[in-house]
């Protein structure tokens, strides 16, 4: 129950174990074209957009949005929330970009005004925002921020690790023109895949570089093969991750497939996703754990970053992992001492039994911590709230 690599469904599991299919395999040329079109459906995006599905994880996401949209010199703006708002400052640096940022206190949001005052003080080509940061919690309103910089005629790219098929969000109304993730999260998949789709717009951004991207990450290497798959022809650039792409298909056709609170597909998706977060905050609120972010507002609900309390560290993470269950420690460099992280994402959110042992085994590791844990009372909030869904 780390923030990813998340645990995956027993049928992505069947669809990624079997042997290794060719490229050019009619099976996988199937799915790779299938996989691409439910793409748009989980990202709510126009037929227009193009997804990318490449080899890599999250961060070459990250590196291939950057690459295919800034020149040496041009400005942009980095929303900082945490680790990996750090981590695209990084990358657009080394694009020779004009970095500006406008940040907040680790645990904390940036208000949407002090962003829009920003973008109007900076003009940025883009706006880099992470919609929910895995080494916070911190969740920001990308929807929003995509407003006050479409507002600003600046372009949007939305670092999605932690919130694509979690969090809503829509690409419908062309504000947001990148939402990039990994496959090991929501998504519900092996680790493996760098995903993201792309707008006509930040396409068309690609043919106004000054100088080409890196060749594994340009957008021109990749989109005739994407079109070709979709069209399920047979294509060749790099050879995809085969298996994972095989496990896609299903992991994706899961979500579409969602049926939760009056909802379905992946309006559903979501809201399961904040149901569960709401059921897991029932039960740390028993053992009196606070988290990290102190704004419910500003939570994501893909995970809980939660404060270890008076005079226990960062040895809990392995007693809670000697219950038989894995969580993480904290990761923001200047208070990662302080805190653990609980993921709570995909197919583990359709899986109550899971979610009772993850709070049995934090309570347990409290307990062995020397902290008073009403370990029943816990598990009993979390199915309290479960029951009404």
Same mark, same amino acid.
């Given at each position: ?359 049995? %085994? ?10 008073? %844990? ?16």
């Amino acid at each position: 129950m780390i923030p990813g690599p998340i645990e995956v469904s027993p049928e992505v599991r069947a669809a990624h174990d079997g042997p290794p299919p060719g490229h050019l395999a009619p099976s996988l040329v199937e799915a790779y074209g299938r996989s691409l079109e439910q793409m748009r459906a989980v990202w709510r995006a126009p037929a227009s957009a193009q997804p990318f599905m490449v080899a890599g994880s999250g961060t070459l996401a990250m590196d291939m949005a950057a690459a295919n949209l800034v020149s040496p010199g041009e400005r942009v703006l980095v929303v900082g929330t945490g680790y990996f708002s750090d981590r695209m400052v990084e990358i657009l640096r080394r694009y020779e970009a004009e970095v500006a940022m406008v940040e907040a206190p680790p645990g904390e949001a940036v208000p949407l005004p002090e962003v829009q005052a920003a973008i109007r003080r900076t003009t940025p080509k883009a706006v880099f925002v992470t919609h929910v940061d895995t080494s916070t919690g911190v969740r920001m309103n990308a929807q929003a921020v995509a407003g006050l910089a479409h507002e600003a005629g600046a372009m949007t790219v939305v670092d999605g690790v932690c919130a694509t098929a979690a969090e809503p969000l829509s690409m419908m109304d062309g504000e947001v023109d990148i939402y990039l993730t990994g496959s090991q999260k929501a998504i519900g998949l092996p680790a493996g895949l760098a995903m993201l789709v792309v707008s006509e717009r930040a396409m068309a951004a690609r043919d106004t570089l000054r100088r080409p991207p890196p060749y594994y990450l340009d957008y021109h290497q990749w989109r005739p093969i994407m079109r070709a798959y979709e069209a399920r022809d047979k294509a060749y650039f790099a050879t995809p991750a085969t298996n994972l792409v095989q496990a896609a298909t299903v992991g994706l056709a899961q979500i579409l497939a969602d049926d939760f609170a009056g909802k379905t597909g992946i309006e559903a998706r979501t809201a399961r996703h904040a149901h569960v977060a709401c059921a897991m905050e029932g039960a740390w609120r028993a053992y009196g754990l606070e988290h990290l972010c102190a704004s419910p507002d500003d939570r994501g609900v893909t995970l809980s970053a939660l404060k270890y309390p008076t005079g226990v560290g960062p040895d809990l993470v392995a007693k809670i992992g000697a219950h038989g269950v894995a969580v993480a420690g904290g990761l923001h460099p200047s208070c990662k001492a302080e805190y653990f992280r609980v993921g709570h994402m995909g197919w583990a959110t359709t899986q109550p039994g899971l979610l009772e042992k993850t709070v049995e %085994a934090v309570g347990r590791g409290l307990r062995d911590s020397g902290v008073e %844990a009403d370990v029943e009372g816990a598990k009993a909030a979390l199915l309290e709230t479960w029951s009404h869904a």
